[in-house]
Nanobody, 117 residues
């Protein structure tokens, strides 16, 4: 069965950095666009960044220039490097796999990022 497991969340001060990781199993990693989404308390889930199998990327305007998404196909893992963190980045961050050839979608359980002084 398909599993997506996020890690790397935690408490960080404003201006700090974190790197999130999402390791997958049970799927052909190279057939999926991978993404990071986040949901803050009382807000809708929003797309943060995506990266296709061809490594095309998209970012939310709010994180452009601060976050970088990348993938390592040899490790079946996607990363989100988060720099210059702001309190409004506080949210649960979810890893997503979206099939590029089939209507298949999978989600991780999330990792909490808290940006606070």
């Amino acid at each position: 069965q398909v599993q997506l497991v996020e890690s790397g969340g935690g408490l960080v001060q404003p201006g700090g950095s974190l790197r999130l990781s999402c390791t997958t199993s049970g799927m052909i990693f190279g057939l999926y666009t991978m993404g990071w989404y986040r949901q803050a308390p009382g807000k809708q889930r929003e797309q943060v960044a995506t990266i296709s199998s061809g490594r095309s990327t998209n970012y939310a305007e709010s994180v452009k220039g601060r976050f970088t998404i990348s993938r390592d196909n040899a490790k079946d893992t996607v990363y989100l490097q988060m720099n210059g963190l702001k309190p409004e980045d506080t949210a649960i961050y979810y890893c997503n796999a979206d099939g590029e050839w089939r209507n298949e979608e999978y989600w991780g359980k999330g990792t909490l990022v808290t940006v606070s002084s």
